[in-house]
């Protein structure tokens, strides 16, 4: 069974700095892609970061330059270092895997909270 469980969540104040984790259980992480989004009530998913399975990296526009994606393969963690944050950063992050070798099917964490007040 495969889950992803993220931990790392909480409240913040602007400027302030989180770091979210993702534990993989149940899939072969090495040759995935993983990564987070995130979304607020009304309003689209969002891609935050993703890294593929050869390290290569993608970053929403809006985080790109204060987030930092990293992955553990041994571990089969995924981390997202969150800094300088934003109230507008506010939402629930979900961490995903995307597995190629599957047609690119895709897996989903429950999300957690990140709240950051201003």
């Known amino acids: 069974q495969v889950q992803l469980e993220e931990s790392g969540g909480g409240l913040v104040q602007a400027g302030g700095s989180l770091r979210l984790s993702c534990a993989a259980v149940?899939?072969?992480?090495?040759?995935?892609?993983m990564g987070w989004y995130r979304q607020t009530p009304g309003r689209q998913r969002e891609l935050v970061a993703v890294?593929?399975?050869?390290?290569?990296?993608n970053y929403g526009d809006s985080v790109n330059g204060r987030f930092t994606i990293s992955r553990d393969n041994p571990k089969k963690t995924v981390t997202l270092e969150m800094i300088s944050l934003k109230p507008e950063d506010t939402a629930v992050y979900y961490c995903?895997?995307?597995?190629?070798?599957?047609?690119?099917?895709?897996?989903w964490g429950q999300g957690t909270q990140v709240t950051v007040s201003s």
């Open positions: 995903f895997s995307r597995i190629p070798a599957l047609g690119n099917r895709e897996f």
């Open positions: 149940g899939i072969m992480f090495g040759r995935n892609d």
């Open positions: 890294m593929s399975s050869s390290g290569s990296t």
